[in-house]
């Protein structure tokens, strides 16, 4: 099928990316053009990747947080293969290769991405910063349960933290290309290290209260 990416990218932009808008700040647009912008780069090191069924997988791949966070991955693959705007640039077998992408980007998902596109969104998904990640996680329990005081807001966290970055936590890295594990290894030694995890807390939740 015939498909131009630059008219895909316009479509994205204008009917999906801002749909972002809609959930919390951890998951806004700047998160979506990250997760869209890594995948083209990672696609780099895979020539039988469909770029246009990359970027469109990358673009809807959190849409279902509309309907929560626990089953956004089900959620978003639903979403594509309800909307039938797809249908311009892809077949039934390639929209549901871009709905399988999405629904196997989550990190607790506990197994393997299914292909090739999955595996390349789950990658560019994990944004392995520490001040990303804490400030991504704390955004998220502050929108998600402002009742919580600050020490809960903490201990809320640093258990979130350990259950997914520690060793044998649930989270996995697919794709041996950039600098994903060498980042979550020095994140490994920060969230083991009480005093500096408990300074970079602070400082993130100063900014966004004050």
């Known amino acids: 099928m015939m498909r131009d990416i630059e008219e895909i990218r316009e479509f994205l932009e204008r009917e999906i990316v801002p749909l972002y808008d809609n959930y919390d700040a951890g998951h806004g647009r700047d998160h979506v053009h990250t997760v869209m912008s890594q995948s083209l780069s990672l696609a780099s090191h895979y020539p039988e990747v469909d770029t246009c069924l990359l970027l469109t997988a990358a673009a809807y791949h959190d849409l279902g947080l509309e309907q929560g966070r626990e089953l956004h991955h089900i959620h978003s693959a639903a979403i594509i293969r309800n909307d ?28 393997e991405p299914r292909t090739i596109y999955g595996r390349i969104v789950a990658e560019a998904d994990r944004i392995i910063d520490s001040e990303t990640i804490v400030r991504r996680a704390l955004q998220y329990g502050m929108s998600h349960e402002p009742g919580l005081d600050r020490e809960s807001q903490y201990h809320r966290l640093m258990d979130h933290m350990l259950e997914k970055y520690a060793e044998g936590g649930y989270l996995k890295l697919w794709i041996p290309y950039g ?32």
């Not at 039938?84 to 506990?110: C, M």
Request: hydrophobic residues 35%; proline residues 0%.
């Open 179 to 210: 600098d994903n594990a060498r980042r979550l290894q020095e994140f490994r030694q920060t969230l083991a290290d009480e005093q500096a995890f408990r300074q970079l807390f602070d400082r993130i939740y100063r900014d966004l209260t004050n």
């Open 84 to 111: 039938k705007r797809l249908s311009q640039w892809f077949d039934e077998d390639e929209i549901n290769i871009i709905a399988e992408a999405a629904e196997d980007h989550r990190a607790s998902n506990g197994h």
